[in-house]
Protein backbone atom coordinates (compact mmCIF):
# COMPACT_ATOMS: atom_id res chain seq x y z
CA UNK A 1 0.00 0.00 0.00
CA UNK A 2 1.19 3.63 -0.49
CA UNK A 3 1.66 3.90 3.25
CA UNK A 4 4.67 1.47 2.73
CA UNK A 5 6.37 4.16 0.33
CA UNK A 6 5.94 7.26 2.16
CA UNK A 7 9.32 6.73 4.04
CA UNK A 8 11.12 5.68 0.79
CA UNK A 9 13.05 8.17 -0.69
CA UNK A 10 12.19 7.49 -4.20
CA UNK A 11 8.57 8.81 -3.13
CA UNK A 12 9.64 11.57 -2.81
CA UNK A 13 8.04 13.29 -5.36
CA UNK A 14 5.47 11.60 -4.21
CA UNK A 15 4.67 12.89 -0.93
CA UNK A 16 6.24 16.74 -1.99
CA UNK A 17 2.79 16.57 -4.67
CA UNK A 18 0.49 15.07 -2.65
CA UNK A 19 1.29 17.39 0.38
CA UNK A 20 1.16 19.95 -2.87
CA UNK A 21 -2.66 19.27 -3.14
CA UNK A 22 -3.62 19.67 0.46
CA UNK A 23 -2.63 15.73 1.76
CA UNK A 24 -1.26 15.40 5.22
CA UNK A 25 1.87 12.99 5.72
CA UNK A 26 -0.19 11.04 7.93
CA UNK A 27 -3.15 10.79 5.28
CA UNK A 28 -0.28 9.55 3.14
CA UNK A 29 -0.15 6.45 5.13
CA UNK A 30 -3.73 5.39 5.18
CA UNK A 31 -5.36 3.49 2.76
CA UNK A 32 -4.94 5.42 -0.59
CA UNK A 33 -8.99 5.52 -1.98
CA UNK A 34 -9.27 6.71 -5.39
CA UNK A 35 -12.98 7.89 -6.64
CA UNK A 36 -12.93 7.41 -10.47
CA UNK A 37 -16.20 10.06 -10.84
CA UNK A 38 -17.61 9.96 -14.33
CA UNK A 39 -19.79 13.48 -13.15
CA UNK A 40 -20.55 15.92 -16.04
CA UNK A 41 -23.89 18.60 -15.95
CA UNK A 42 -24.03 18.15 -19.58
CA UNK A 43 -25.33 14.12 -18.98
CA UNK A 44 -28.34 14.13 -16.55
CA UNK A 45 -27.46 10.63 -15.33
CA UNK A 46 -23.83 11.56 -14.28
CA UNK A 47 -24.87 15.38 -12.97
CA UNK A 48 -25.43 13.70 -9.52
CA UNK A 49 -22.40 11.99 -9.03
CA UNK A 50 -20.72 15.48 -7.69
CA UNK A 51 -22.45 15.76 -4.54
CA UNK A 52 -22.82 11.77 -4.55
CA UNK A 53 -19.14 11.60 -4.41
CA UNK A 54 -18.50 13.73 -1.49
CA UNK A 55 -20.78 11.46 1.02
CA UNK A 56 -17.92 8.89 -0.50
CA UNK A 57 -15.46 10.67 1.04
CA UNK A 58 -16.26 11.03 3.95
CA UNK A 59 -17.39 7.25 4.45
CA UNK A 60 -13.79 6.79 3.63
CA UNK A 61 -12.67 9.67 5.97
CA UNK A 62 -14.47 7.98 8.36
CA UNK A 63 -13.31 4.33 7.87
CA UNK A 64 -9.57 5.28 7.81
CA UNK A 65 -8.80 6.22 4.85
CA UNK A 66 -7.72 9.04 2.61
CA UNK A 67 -9.70 9.55 -0.77
CA UNK A 68 -8.66 11.19 -3.97
CA UNK A 69 -11.13 11.70 -6.84
CA UNK A 70 -10.42 11.92 -10.43
CA UNK A 71 -12.88 12.24 -13.76
CA UNK A 72 -13.40 10.23 -16.79
CA UNK A 73 -15.38 11.19 -20.23
CA UNK A 74 -18.74 10.11 -20.32
CA UNK A 75 -21.09 11.40 -22.73
CA UNK A 76 -24.83 10.41 -23.44
CA UNK A 77 -25.45 8.21 -25.79
CA UNK A 78 -29.39 10.48 -26.10
CA UNK A 79 -27.44 13.73 -27.02
CA UNK A 80 -25.50 12.13 -29.41
CA UNK A 81 -28.12 11.64 -32.03
CA UNK A 82 -27.44 12.99 -35.26
CA UNK A 83 -24.48 14.62 -33.90
CA UNK A 84 -21.82 12.23 -32.29
CA UNK A 85 -23.07 9.01 -32.22
CA UNK A 86 -19.57 7.58 -34.14
CA UNK A 87 -17.11 8.32 -30.69
CA UNK A 88 -19.97 6.96 -28.07
CA UNK A 89 -18.83 2.86 -28.67
CA UNK A 90 -15.32 3.55 -28.91
CA UNK A 91 -15.52 6.06 -25.59
CA UNK A 92 -16.14 2.92 -23.87
CA UNK A 93 -12.28 1.65 -24.38
CA UNK A 94 -11.59 5.16 -23.94
CA UNK A 95 -13.29 5.45 -20.76
CA UNK A 96 -12.03 2.33 -19.50
CA UNK A 97 -7.66 3.01 -20.59
CA UNK A 98 -8.40 6.84 -18.83
CA UNK A 99 -9.09 5.11 -15.68
CA UNK A 100 -7.09 2.62 -15.61
CA UNK A 101 -4.15 4.96 -16.56
CA UNK A 102 -4.64 7.17 -13.89
CA UNK A 103 -5.01 4.13 -11.21
CA UNK A 104 -1.83 2.68 -12.32
CA UNK A 105 -0.04 6.35 -12.33
CA UNK A 106 -1.20 7.44 -9.09
CA UNK A 107 -1.25 3.93 -7.48
CA UNK A 108 -4.33 4.40 -5.44
CA UNK A 109 -4.65 1.06 -3.13
CA UNK A 110 -8.37 0.76 -4.02
CA UNK A 111 -11.27 2.21 -6.02
CA UNK A 112 -14.95 3.49 -5.85
CA UNK A 113 -16.21 3.86 -9.32
CA UNK A 114 -19.18 6.42 -9.38
CA UNK A 115 -21.06 5.83 -13.19
CA UNK A 116 -24.29 5.56 -14.46
CA UNK A 117 -25.30 5.59 -18.55
CA UNK A 118 -24.48 3.34 -21.33
CA UNK A 119 -21.03 2.73 -21.95
CA UNK A 120 -19.43 4.09 -18.54
CA UNK A 121 -20.64 1.48 -16.76
CA UNK A 122 -19.06 -1.34 -19.39
CA UNK A 123 -16.06 0.88 -19.63
CA UNK A 124 -15.46 1.19 -15.72
CA UNK A 125 -16.13 -2.86 -15.30
CA UNK A 126 -13.50 -3.42 -17.80
CA UNK A 127 -10.78 -1.03 -16.09
CA UNK A 128 -11.78 -2.90 -12.90
CA UNK A 129 -11.22 -5.98 -14.27
CA UNK A 130 -7.95 -4.78 -16.23
CA UNK A 131 -6.76 -3.20 -12.38
CA UNK A 132 -7.99 -6.07 -10.22
CA UNK A 133 -7.80 -3.83 -7.11
CA UNK A 134 -10.45 -3.60 -4.51
CA UNK A 135 -12.95 -1.77 -5.61
CA UNK A 136 -16.50 -0.74 -5.51
CA UNK A 137 -19.07 0.36 -8.10
CA UNK A 138 -22.41 2.99 -7.24
CA UNK A 139 -24.47 4.36 -9.56
CA UNK A 140 -26.22 7.82 -9.68
CA UNK A 141 -29.89 6.40 -9.66
CA UNK A 142 -33.02 6.74 -11.45
CA UNK A 143 -34.30 9.57 -13.24
CA UNK A 144 -38.07 10.72 -11.96
CA UNK A 145 -40.52 10.05 -14.76
CA UNK A 146 -43.02 12.54 -16.04
CA UNK A 147 -46.47 12.38 -15.13
CA UNK A 148 -48.54 14.67 -17.34
CA UNK A 149 -51.85 13.81 -15.35
CA UNK A 150 -52.83 11.19 -17.54
CA UNK A 151 -49.95 8.98 -18.63
CA UNK A 152 -46.55 8.39 -17.36
CA UNK A 153 -43.75 9.07 -19.58
CA UNK A 154 -40.18 8.52 -20.12
CA UNK A 155 -37.47 8.92 -22.25
CA UNK A 156 -38.07 6.41 -25.30
CA UNK A 157 -41.68 8.00 -25.31
CA UNK A 158 -39.95 11.02 -26.94
CA UNK A 159 -38.20 8.80 -29.57
CA UNK A 160 -41.50 7.44 -30.63
CA UNK A 161 -43.37 11.21 -30.43
CA UNK A 162 -40.57 12.19 -33.30
CA UNK A 163 -42.69 9.43 -35.89
CA UNK A 164 -46.28 9.71 -34.40
CA UNK A 165 -45.29 13.90 -35.06
CA UNK A 166 -44.02 12.97 -38.62
CA UNK A 167 -47.51 11.14 -39.27
CA UNK A 168 -49.03 14.26 -37.66
CA UNK A 169 -50.80 11.73 -34.82
CA UNK A 170 -49.36 14.37 -32.16
CA UNK A 171 -49.37 18.24 -32.86
CA UNK A 172 -46.46 20.67 -32.75
CA UNK A 173 -46.97 21.43 -29.27
CA UNK A 174 -47.43 18.19 -27.74
CA UNK A 175 -44.00 17.05 -29.32
CA UNK A 176 -42.55 20.62 -27.94
CA UNK A 177 -44.16 19.83 -24.57
CA UNK A 178 -42.56 16.22 -24.34
CA UNK A 179 -38.84 17.24 -25.73
CA UNK A 180 -39.21 19.55 -22.69
CA UNK A 181 -40.20 17.47 -19.62
CA UNK A 182 -40.02 13.30 -20.67
CA UNK A 183 -36.65 13.67 -19.47
CA UNK A 184 -38.12 15.08 -16.34
CA UNK A 185 -35.00 15.42 -13.69
CA UNK A 186 -31.52 14.51 -13.25
CA UNK A 187 -30.68 10.20 -12.91
CA UNK A 188 -30.74 7.74 -15.16
CA UNK A 189 -33.25 7.42 -17.85
CA UNK A 190 -36.27 5.80 -16.04
CA UNK A 191 -36.37 2.44 -18.49
CA UNK A 192 -34.58 -0.83 -19.16
CA UNK A 193 -32.51 0.56 -21.50
CA UNK A 194 -28.82 -0.08 -21.72
CA UNK A 195 -27.52 2.12 -18.93
CA UNK A 196 -29.96 0.60 -16.30
CA UNK A 197 -28.84 -3.54 -17.76
CA UNK A 198 -26.00 -2.52 -17.25
CA UNK A 199 -26.11 -1.13 -13.64
CA UNK A 200 -28.40 -3.96 -12.86
CA UNK A 201 -26.03 -6.57 -14.52
CA UNK A 202 -22.79 -4.52 -12.53
CA UNK A 203 -25.16 -5.60 -8.77
CA UNK A 204 -25.96 -9.08 -9.92
CA UNK A 205 -22.22 -10.05 -10.29
CA UNK A 206 -21.51 -8.39 -7.00
CA UNK A 207 -19.31 -5.25 -7.49
CA UNK A 208 -22.28 -3.04 -6.94
CA UNK A 209 -24.70 -2.68 -3.70
CA UNK A 210 -28.00 -3.85 -4.57
CA UNK A 211 -30.76 -1.41 -5.57
CA UNK A 212 -28.04 1.49 -6.62
CA UNK A 213 -29.53 1.43 -9.69
CA UNK A 214 -33.40 1.57 -9.09
CA UNK A 215 -33.13 4.07 -6.27
CA UNK A 216 -34.37 7.07 -7.26
CA UNK A 217 -30.57 9.71 -7.64
CA UNK A 218 -32.53 12.13 -5.54
CA UNK A 219 -33.70 10.03 -2.34
CA UNK A 220 -31.71 9.94 1.04
CA UNK A 221 -31.17 5.99 0.46
CA UNK A 222 -28.43 7.10 -2.35
CA UNK A 223 -26.76 9.61 0.08
CA UNK A 224 -26.45 6.57 2.60
CA UNK A 225 -25.29 4.21 0.08
CA UNK A 226 -22.27 6.28 -1.05
CA UNK A 227 -21.07 6.75 2.60
CA UNK A 228 -21.30 2.54 3.08
CA UNK A 229 -19.43 2.19 -0.08
CA UNK A 230 -16.59 5.07 1.32
CA UNK A 231 -16.47 2.63 4.49
CA UNK A 232 -16.61 -0.24 2.42
CA UNK A 233 -13.85 0.07 0.28
CA UNK A 234 -11.43 0.95 3.10
CA UNK A 235 -12.22 -2.66 4.59
CA UNK A 236 -11.78 -4.25 0.95
CA UNK A 237 -8.61 -2.69 0.82
CA UNK A 238 -7.48 -3.96 4.21
CA UNK A 239 -8.94 -7.06 3.80
CA UNK A 240 -7.14 -7.16 -0.20
CA UNK A 241 -10.30 -8.59 -1.38
CA UNK A 242 -9.97 -7.71 -5.09
CA UNK A 243 -12.39 -6.99 -8.36
CA UNK A 244 -11.33 -10.87 -9.21
CA UNK A 245 -12.00 -12.63 -6.08
CA UNK A 246 -15.89 -10.77 -6.57
CA UNK A 247 -16.33 -11.13 -10.26
CA UNK A 248 -15.93 -14.10 -11.65
CA UNK A 249 -17.22 -16.38 -15.10
CA UNK A 250 -20.12 -18.03 -12.87
CA UNK A 251 -20.90 -14.32 -11.65
CA UNK A 252 -20.97 -13.22 -14.89
CA UNK A 253 -23.09 -15.93 -16.03
CA UNK A 254 -25.59 -14.47 -12.88
CA UNK A 255 -26.18 -11.47 -14.61
CA UNK A 256 -26.21 -12.55 -18.08
CA UNK A 257 -29.00 -14.86 -16.68
CA UNK A 258 -30.74 -11.71 -15.05
CA UNK A 259 -30.50 -9.42 -17.78
CA UNK A 260 -32.26 -11.98 -20.30
CA UNK A 261 -34.66 -12.92 -17.57
CA UNK A 262 -35.63 -8.94 -17.14
CA UNK A 263 -35.82 -8.32 -20.51
CA UNK A 264 -32.72 -6.30 -20.87
CA UNK A 265 -31.22 -4.14 -23.53
CA UNK A 266 -29.51 -6.26 -26.36
CA UNK A 267 -26.30 -3.58 -25.77
CA UNK A 268 -25.44 -6.01 -22.94
CA UNK A 269 -24.26 -8.65 -25.70
CA UNK A 270 -21.65 -6.32 -26.46
CA UNK A 271 -20.61 -5.29 -23.37
CA UNK A 272 -20.52 -8.79 -21.31
CA UNK A 273 -18.64 -10.51 -24.11
CA UNK A 274 -16.26 -7.62 -23.97
CA UNK A 275 -16.29 -7.86 -20.35
CA UNK A 276 -15.30 -11.42 -19.90
CA UNK A 277 -12.92 -11.44 -22.70
CA UNK A 278 -10.82 -8.76 -21.00
CA UNK A 279 -10.96 -11.05 -17.53
CA UNK A 280 -9.49 -13.90 -19.96
CA UNK A 281 -12.97 -15.51 -19.82
CA UNK A 282 -14.02 -17.00 -23.32
CA UNK A 283 -17.44 -15.43 -23.88
CA UNK A 284 -18.56 -15.51 -27.59
CA UNK A 285 -22.06 -14.60 -29.38
CA UNK A 286 -23.06 -18.37 -29.43
CA UNK A 287 -22.06 -18.90 -25.88
CA UNK A 288 -23.80 -15.68 -24.83
CA UNK A 289 -26.96 -17.32 -26.50
CA UNK A 290 -26.43 -20.50 -24.54
CA UNK A 291 -26.04 -19.04 -21.04
CA UNK A 292 -29.65 -16.96 -21.35
CA UNK A 293 -31.76 -18.82 -23.89
CA UNK A 294 -33.54 -21.17 -21.64
CA UNK A 295 -34.02 -18.61 -18.50
CA UNK A 296 -37.57 -17.70 -18.03
CA UNK A 297 -38.78 -13.82 -18.64
CA UNK A 298 -39.68 -12.77 -15.55
CA UNK A 299 -40.62 -8.75 -16.06
CA UNK A 300 -40.12 -6.45 -18.53
CA UNK A 301 -39.98 -2.34 -18.09
CA UNK A 302 -39.90 0.32 -20.33
CA UNK A 303 -40.08 0.62 -22.99
CA UNK A 304 -41.15 -3.34 -23.48
CA UNK A 305 -44.29 -2.73 -20.97
CA UNK A 306 -45.89 0.23 -18.95
CA UNK A 307 -43.56 0.32 -15.99
CA UNK A 308 -40.90 2.03 -15.43
CA UNK A 309 -37.54 2.19 -13.21
CA UNK A 310 -39.09 3.27 -10.02
CA UNK A 311 -41.87 1.10 -10.55
CA UNK A 312 -39.41 -1.81 -10.39
CA UNK A 313 -37.99 -0.96 -7.46
CA UNK A 314 -41.38 -0.96 -5.61
CA UNK A 315 -42.26 -4.13 -6.61
CA UNK A 316 -39.54 -5.46 -5.00
CA UNK A 317 -36.28 -4.33 -7.22
CA UNK A 318 -33.28 -6.43 -8.09
CA UNK A 319 -33.20 -9.11 -5.23
CA UNK A 320 -37.27 -10.19 -6.11
CA UNK A 321 -36.09 -10.77 -9.61
CA UNK A 322 -33.21 -12.61 -8.86
CA UNK A 323 -35.23 -14.72 -6.46
CA UNK A 324 -37.73 -15.65 -9.13
CA UNK A 325 -34.71 -17.24 -10.88
CA UNK A 326 -32.34 -18.38 -8.04
CA UNK A 327 -32.71 -22.10 -9.03
CA UNK A 328 -30.68 -21.00 -12.25
CA UNK A 329 -28.12 -18.84 -10.30
CA UNK A 330 -24.60 -19.59 -8.87
CA UNK A 331 -25.37 -18.60 -5.34
CA UNK A 332 -21.95 -19.06 -3.62
CA UNK A 333 -20.69 -15.96 -5.65
CA UNK A 334 -19.58 -13.35 -3.17
CA UNK A 335 -21.02 -10.10 -3.05
CA UNK A 336 -18.72 -7.05 -2.53
CA UNK A 337 -20.99 -5.66 0.38
CA UNK A 338 -20.29 -8.79 2.41
CA UNK A 339 -21.70 -12.88 2.15
CA UNK A 340 -22.67 -14.14 -1.01
CA UNK A 341 -25.81 -14.15 -3.25
CA UNK A 342 -27.60 -17.01 -1.52
CA UNK A 343 -27.43 -15.45 1.84
CA UNK A 344 -28.77 -12.10 0.65
CA UNK A 345 -31.46 -14.03 -0.88
CA UNK A 346 -31.86 -16.32 2.01
CA UNK A 347 -32.39 -13.19 4.01
CA UNK A 348 -34.64 -10.97 1.47
CA UNK A 349 -38.13 -9.99 2.43
CA UNK A 350 -39.19 -7.21 0.40
CA UNK A 351 -42.90 -7.29 -0.61
CA UNK A 352 -43.19 -8.31 -3.90
CA UNK A 353 -45.71 -7.02 -6.72
CA UNK A 354 -46.51 -10.09 -8.72
CA UNK A 355 -48.37 -8.11 -11.39
CA UNK A 356 -44.72 -6.98 -12.38
CA UNK A 357 -42.18 -9.29 -11.22
CA UNK A 358 -43.53 -12.87 -12.11
CA UNK A 359 -42.59 -15.86 -10.84
CA UNK A 360 -40.66 -18.88 -12.70
CA UNK A 361 -43.84 -20.91 -12.49
CA UNK A 362 -46.29 -17.70 -14.53
CA UNK A 363 -43.31 -16.19 -16.58
CA UNK A 364 -43.95 -13.71 -19.56
CA UNK A 365 -41.79 -15.92 -22.06
CA UNK A 366 -40.42 -19.52 -20.66
CA UNK A 367 -37.03 -18.85 -22.81
CA UNK A 368 -35.18 -16.05 -22.58
CA UNK A 369 -35.63 -12.29 -24.24
CA UNK A 370 -32.81 -12.48 -26.75
CA UNK A 371 -32.68 -14.77 -29.53
CA UNK A 372 -29.41 -15.22 -31.62
CA UNK A 373 -30.07 -15.42 -35.28
CA UNK A 374 -27.39 -17.36 -38.04
CA UNK A 375 -28.20 -17.92 -41.72
CA UNK A 376 -26.50 -16.50 -45.47
CA UNK A 377 -26.84 -12.66 -44.14
CA UNK A 378 -25.38 -13.07 -40.42
CA UNK A 379 -22.98 -16.36 -40.58
CA UNK A 380 -21.14 -14.99 -37.60
CA UNK A 381 -24.45 -14.20 -35.60
CA UNK A 382 -27.07 -11.22 -35.02
CA UNK A 383 -29.22 -10.37 -31.92
CA UNK A 384 -32.25 -9.24 -31.43
CA UNK A 385 -34.82 -8.46 -28.02
CA UNK A 386 -37.06 -10.71 -28.49
CA UNK A 387 -39.24 -9.87 -25.54
CA UNK A 388 -39.68 -6.47 -27.17
CA UNK A 389 -41.20 -7.85 -30.16
CA UNK A 390 -44.61 -8.58 -31.16
CA UNK A 391 -45.26 -12.11 -31.69
CA UNK A 392 -46.96 -11.47 -35.23
CA UNK A 393 -43.69 -10.52 -35.77
CA UNK A 394 -41.49 -13.55 -34.60
CA UNK A 395 -41.69 -14.66 -38.78
CA UNK A 396 -41.61 -12.33 -41.35
CA UNK A 397 -40.70 -12.27 -45.00
CA UNK A 398 -40.37 -9.86 -47.16
CA UNK A 399 -38.54 -7.19 -50.02
CA UNK A 400 -35.84 -5.28 -49.00
CA UNK A 401 -34.84 -1.81 -48.95
CA UNK A 402 -31.06 -0.72 -48.44
CA UNK A 403 -28.83 1.98 -47.31
CA UNK A 404 -25.52 2.29 -46.71
CA UNK A 405 -26.02 4.89 -43.65
CA UNK A 406 -28.65 5.77 -41.04
CA UNK A 407 -28.83 9.11 -42.78
CA UNK A 408 -29.98 7.34 -46.00
CA UNK A 409 -32.82 5.59 -43.56
CA UNK A 410 -33.91 8.60 -41.86
CA UNK A 411 -34.21 11.00 -44.76
CA UNK A 412 -36.07 8.12 -46.41
CA UNK A 413 -38.56 7.64 -43.71
CA UNK A 414 -39.43 11.50 -43.10
CA UNK A 415 -39.86 12.06 -47.48
CA UNK A 416 -40.81 8.73 -49.00
CA UNK A 417 -43.43 5.87 -48.27
CA UNK A 418 -42.39 2.51 -46.12
CA UNK A 419 -44.33 0.21 -47.44
CA UNK A 420 -45.63 -2.42 -44.71
CA UNK A 421 -44.01 -6.29 -45.56
CA UNK A 422 -40.53 -4.85 -46.27
CA UNK A 423 -37.31 -5.56 -44.56
CA UNK A 424 -35.52 -2.07 -43.55
CA UNK A 425 -31.61 -3.04 -44.39
CA UNK A 426 -28.97 -0.50 -42.67
CA UNK A 427 -25.34 -1.37 -43.89
CA UNK A 428 -21.89 -0.21 -43.17
CA UNK A 429 -22.67 0.74 -39.52
CA UNK A 430 -20.63 -1.75 -37.99
CA UNK A 431 -17.81 -1.03 -35.84
CA UNK A 432 -15.50 -0.70 -38.52
CA UNK A 433 -18.21 0.57 -41.18
CA UNK A 434 -19.59 3.71 -39.16
CA UNK A 435 -17.12 3.74 -37.83
CA UNK A 436 -18.18 3.49 -34.16
CA UNK A 437 -21.40 1.16 -34.44
CA UNK A 438 -24.31 3.99 -34.21
CA UNK A 439 -26.92 2.77 -32.59
CA UNK A 440 -30.26 3.23 -34.86
CA UNK A 441 -32.12 4.10 -31.90
CA UNK A 442 -34.25 7.01 -33.67
CA UNK A 443 -35.39 5.46 -36.62
CA UNK A 444 -36.64 2.25 -34.85
CA UNK A 445 -38.96 4.95 -32.68
CA UNK A 446 -39.71 6.41 -35.44
CA UNK A 447 -41.37 3.06 -36.94
CA UNK A 448 -43.57 2.46 -33.60
CA UNK A 449 -44.27 5.80 -33.68
CA UNK A 450 -45.52 5.35 -37.27
CA UNK A 451 -47.47 2.33 -36.49
CA UNK A 452 -45.05 0.07 -38.52
CA UNK A 453 -43.56 -2.31 -36.12
CA UNK A 454 -46.13 -4.65 -36.41
CA UNK A 455 -45.41 -4.92 -40.42
CA UNK A 456 -41.82 -3.92 -40.87
CA UNK A 457 -38.28 -5.42 -40.03
CA UNK A 458 -35.48 -3.29 -39.38
CA UNK A 459 -31.67 -5.42 -39.50
CA UNK A 460 -28.57 -3.98 -39.33
CA UNK A 461 -24.61 -4.69 -38.99
CA UNK A 462 -25.01 -1.59 -36.37
CA UNK A 463 -27.06 -1.70 -32.76
CA UNK A 464 -30.07 -0.47 -31.71
CA UNK A 465 -30.55 1.53 -28.11
CA UNK A 466 -31.76 -0.39 -25.53
CA UNK A 467 -34.70 1.55 -25.38
CA UNK A 468 -35.72 -0.16 -28.59
CA UNK A 469 -38.59 -2.03 -29.35
CA UNK A 470 -39.93 -4.23 -32.62
CA UNK A 471 -38.55 -6.38 -35.13
CA UNK A 472 -34.92 -5.19 -34.94
CA UNK A 473 -32.68 -7.36 -35.75
CA UNK A 474 -28.85 -5.99 -34.90
CA UNK A 475 -24.68 -6.97 -34.64
CA UNK A 476 -24.93 -8.38 -37.84
CA UNK A 477 -21.44 -10.69 -38.44
CA UNK A 478 -19.38 -10.08 -40.07
CA UNK A 479 -20.36 -6.78 -40.78
CA UNK A 480 -20.62 -4.99 -44.21
CA UNK A 481 -17.32 -3.38 -44.13
CA UNK A 482 -15.60 -6.58 -43.37
CA UNK A 483 -17.25 -8.22 -46.70
CA UNK A 484 -20.33 -9.47 -45.05
CA UNK A 485 -22.90 -10.97 -46.71
CA UNK A 486 -25.40 -8.32 -45.91
CA UNK A 487 -23.20 -5.79 -48.64
CA UNK A 488 -24.54 -7.71 -51.20
CA UNK A 489 -28.29 -7.49 -50.71
CA UNK A 490 -30.22 -5.62 -52.77
CA UNK A 491 -33.65 -3.66 -53.20
CA UNK A 492 -36.00 -6.15 -53.49
CA UNK A 493 -34.15 -9.42 -52.49
CA UNK A 494 -36.42 -11.49 -50.46
CA UNK A 495 -35.39 -11.91 -47.01
CA UNK A 496 -36.92 -14.47 -44.61
CA UNK A 497 -36.30 -13.75 -40.28
CA UNK A 498 -37.73 -16.76 -38.09
CA UNK A 499 -37.08 -15.60 -34.27
CA UNK A 500 -38.55 -19.38 -33.06
CA UNK A 501 -35.80 -20.99 -35.54
CA UNK A 502 -33.18 -18.55 -34.82
CA UNK A 503 -32.17 -17.70 -38.63
CA UNK A 504 -32.10 -14.34 -40.89
CA UNK A 505 -31.72 -15.39 -44.70
CA UNK A 506 -32.13 -13.98 -48.39
CA UNK A 507 -33.01 -15.88 -51.07
CA UNK A 508 -30.00 -15.78 -52.98
CA UNK A 509 -27.08 -18.98 -53.52
CA UNK A 510 -24.20 -18.86 -51.65
CA UNK A 511 -22.55 -18.17 -55.49
CA UNK A 512 -24.84 -15.48 -55.80
CA UNK A 513 -23.48 -13.77 -52.86
CA UNK A 514 -19.94 -14.54 -53.47
CA UNK A 515 -20.22 -13.00 -57.57
CA UNK A 516 -22.14 -9.95 -56.01
CA UNK A 517 -19.47 -9.13 -52.90
CA UNK A 518 -17.00 -9.05 -55.62
CA UNK A 519 -17.86 -5.58 -57.34
CA UNK A 520 -18.70 -4.10 -53.84
CA UNK A 521 -17.49 -0.73 -53.68
CA UNK A 522 -17.20 0.90 -49.87
CA UNK A 523 -19.65 4.03 -49.15
CA UNK A 524 -17.25 6.86 -48.00
CA UNK A 525 -17.20 6.93 -44.33
CA UNK A 526 -15.03 8.77 -43.16
CA UNK A 527 -12.56 8.04 -40.20
CA UNK A 528 -10.80 10.81 -38.76
CA UNK A 529 -8.97 11.08 -35.89
CA UNK A 530 -9.20 8.59 -33.29
CA UNK A 531 -12.53 7.17 -35.54
CA UNK A 532 -9.21 6.19 -37.59
CA UNK A 533 -7.44 4.30 -35.07
CA UNK A 534 -10.67 2.56 -33.95
CA UNK A 535 -11.43 1.74 -37.20
CA UNK A 536 -7.77 0.08 -37.65
CA UNK A 537 -8.33 -2.56 -34.70
CA UNK A 538 -11.79 -2.88 -33.26
CA UNK A 539 -12.95 -6.71 -33.18
CA UNK A 540 -16.37 -7.36 -34.22
CA UNK A 541 -19.56 -7.12 -32.55
CA UNK A 542 -19.63 -10.68 -31.71
CA UNK A 543 -16.89 -10.65 -29.36
CA UNK A 544 -17.83 -7.19 -27.81
CA UNK A 545 -16.24 -4.54 -30.34
CA UNK A 546 -13.39 -4.34 -28.77
CA UNK A 547 -10.50 -1.74 -29.19
CA UNK A 548 -7.83 -1.19 -26.88
CA UNK A 549 -8.45 -3.74 -24.73
CA UNK A 550 -8.89 -6.84 -27.65
CA UNK A 551 -6.46 -9.07 -28.81
CA UNK A 552 -4.20 -8.31 -31.97
Same mark, same amino acid.
Request: aromatic share 8%; charged share 20%.
Given at each position: ????? =?? @? ?22 ? /? ?38 ? =? ?9 ? /? ?20 ? $? ?38 ? *???? !? ?5 ? *? ?6 ? $???? !? ?10 ? @? ?13 ? $??? %??? +? ?7 ? +? ?9 ? $? ?20 ? +? ?19 ? !? ?35 ? +? ?15 ? =? ?25 ? /? ?19 ? *? ?31 ? *? ?5 ? @? ?38 ? %? ?44 ? !? ?60
Amino acid at each position: MQKDK =VK @EQTQGYFVGLMNACGFRNKDLRKP /LIGIVNSYTDVNPGHRPLKELANYVKEGIWAAGGTPGEFN =VPAPCDGMAQG /LGMHCVLPSRDLIAASAECMAR $AQGFDGLVFLCSCDKIVPGMLIAAASLNLPCIFLTAGCML *PYDD !GQNIFVT *PDLKESIG $AHNI !GKISDEEFSCYK @ENICFSSGTCSMYGT $ANT %MGV +FSEVIGITP +FDSTTTLYCSS $AKIKQARTVGERIVELVQKNIC +FNDIVTRNSIINGLRHVSATG !GSSNAQLHVCALANVMGISLSLKEFDEIQKDIPVIAK +FKPSSKYNISDYHKAGG =VGATLKSIKRHLYLDEKIVMGGSLGEY /LDKFNKRVNTEIIHTEDDPLY *PDGCYSVLYGNIAPGGCIVKKSGVEPSMFKHTG *PAVCFDS @EEELQDYMVNKKIEPGCVLVIRYEGPKGGPGMREMSIPAA %MLVGMGLHTSVAMITDGRYSGATRGPCIGHITPEAWDGGPIAAIQD !GDIISIDINTKTINVDLSDDEIAERLKNIIRPNHPAKGVLNAYRQIVSGADTGALWLYGKK
